[in-house]
């Protein structure tokens, strides 16, 4: 008790937003300290981190892709789950470090958001990774309840707020009620599966090889799930896949759209799907409170008028929706009384 009055008043507690892509942090009471890409750069056939342990982050994003044959350039997490255990503990370990100011002594209490799909296996190799980093307790939250708590929706009122959080790996969808999650589904389809659709078109039409950090690109700046009223172009290089050499060309928001329509088509299939399962009193709320979406997916254009199409409801993107999952560990962590009832902790798992 004394252990954890002392670290509570060091304000060390931190909500982590373990995710595919890109994992935050925030602290309590500082809010968001740590945003950088889940990537670890290491000597290839080892464990052993690049740069004395530093290359983690956006330093070892910079390597991807591009790293000689002496080094693997890692992210650990796939379809929003702990793919490399070793890996993601030497990451995790690097953040907190980072966060804590390098002081082992520090041992804080940690809150992770993880899939609402994902197993009792995975779950443990999730409070092992953080223990082993250095974390005193470790609790988990489902990443569409913390989504919830970061929108500012009224999870914990007798109403309906449903969320969509389109992440790096997986698509969480939600109906929560009652600070409780009522009806949900888990996908493994999201940025990830929008980056590969785009690479395997570009590989279709055009026999050119690109890397999923061009395809990001492409998503982001000429992207979209619906016509869009000025159709946009890019430049894109890679390496033609019949020659072997370098090349560019120019593709357009129309082909690229196109590309991403089947993965698009199953985000829309998931949250109908979720719908059709809810309670109908809860299913009545909505169509006064709307969908939320959440997750860096929710910045596709178009995205949140074909989901309304298909729906009949509002949908509404949260503000700040890349951090939105943080946020919400942040406060769970602050209020951890509150949602006893549904957190879960490394001592339950004992």
Not at 285 to 307: I, K
Request: glycine letters at 10%; a negative charge; proline letters at 4%.
């Amino acid at each position: 008790m004394f252990l954890d009055s002392l670290f509570g008043w060091l304000g060390v507690d931190m909500g982590i937003d373990l995710g595919t892509c890109n994992t935050l942090v925030c602290v309590r009471g500082e809010g968001i300290v740590l945003n950088e890409p889940s990537v670890v750069a290491v000597r290839k056939g080892t464990n052993r981190v690049l740069q004395n342990g530093n290359a983690v982050g956006v330093v070892a994003k910079e390597m991807l892709g591009k790293s000689p044959g002496s080094i693997s350039v890692i992210r650990p997490l796939k379809n929003g789950v702990i793919a490399d255990f070793d890996i993601t503990e030497a990451m995790l370990s690097y953040f907190i470090r980072k966060v804590t100011g390098g002081n082992r002594l520090v041992r804080p209490r940690v809150v992770i958001a993880v899939p609402s799909g994902i197993t009792a296996v995975e779950k443990r190799a999730v409070y092992n990774s953080a223990e082993r980093a250095g974390a005193r307790r470790v609790y988990l939250v489902q990443e569409p309840m913390a989504a919830g708590i970061g929108a500012g929706l009224p999870i914990a009122e007798p109403t309906a707020s449903m969320i969509v959080d389109i992440g790096g790996g997986t698509t969480e969808v939600a109906i929560m009620s009652l600070a409780d999650v009522s009806v949900s589904d888990s996908i493994r389809v999201a940025g990830d599966e929008l980056d590969d659709a785009i690479i395997n078109h570009m590989k279709r039409t055009y026999n050119m090889h690109i890397g999923p950090q061009t395809a990001e690109q492409i998503k982001i700046e000429i992207g979209s799930a619906c016509q869009l009223n000025e159709e946009l172009t890019r430049e894109v290089r890679g390496r033609d896949m019949i020659s072997g050499l370098p090349r560019k060309t120019v593709v357009t928001s129309q082909e690229i759209r196109e590309a991403l329509k089947e993965p698009v088509s199953q985000i829309i299939e998931a949250v109908t799907r979720t719908l059709e399962r809810a309670e109908p009193e809860l299913a009545a709320d909505l169509v006064d409170n709307g969908v939320h979406l959440a997750g860096g997916g929710a910045l596709l254009r178009g995205l949140r008028q074909v989901l309304a199409d298909a729906t009949g409801l509002e949908v509404r993107i949260v503000d700040d929706p890349l951090s939105c999952v943080a946020r919400g560990t942040s406060v769970y962590l602050e209020n951890l009384s509150r949602w006893k009832d549904t957190m879960e902790s490394d001592e339950d798992e004992a």
